[in-house]
């Protein structure tokens, strides 16, 4: 669930519910904070973190420049977990790392959609973009009315 400031076109991810088929939980509380800490990554992702380069330099090389997300965004994370044994993974696990930060930007991306109505097709959604996709689509649909 995201909040979207349409004056400004800042996005504020407000909750986060995660479900995996992880195979036999080991760990519990170290499976959940993989997903926690994939759902940072995707938050990281989907909103503020983009490469800026320029005559092929990357201009924004450090974490003053490079905004990536801190416990300050982070939202409530709930996890669900299937455990389904896997004969092919050490004691029935799989690997959790990577897929829980896969789905998160895309869910981000869904959720700016149902919050707005915009659609946007490129990572990362800055309030820029957002502000820009929420403005054109004002203005198609002023552009509808005012032909009806």
């Known amino acids: 669930m995201v909040e979207v400031d349409t ?16 195979g036999k939980i080991v760990n519990p509380v170290l499976a959940e904070g993989q997903i926690i800490g994939g759902a940072a990554m995707g938050i990281g ?69 149902d919050a707005v109505g915009v659609r946007l097709t490129e990572f990362p959604a800055t309030c820029e973009r957002v502000l820009a996709a929420i403005k054109e689509k004002e203005q198609r649909d002023q552009e509808k009315r005012d032909n009806i």
């Open 7 to 22: 004056e400004t076109g800042k996005v504020d991810v407000i909750e986060i519910v995660a479900a995996y088929d992880a």
């Open 45 to 113: 992702y989907a909103i503020m973190e983009e490469v800026i380069v320029n005559k092929g330099s990357i201009k924004n090389r450090n974490f003053s420049d490079y905004i990536i997300p801190t416990s300050m965004d982070m939202p409530k994370v709930t996890t669900y977990f299937v455990e389904k044994y896997e004969p092919t993974g050490p004691y029935g696990a799989k690997g959790l790392g990577e897929p829980a930060m896969l789905p998160t930007a895309p869910a981000i991306l869904n959720a700016i959609y």
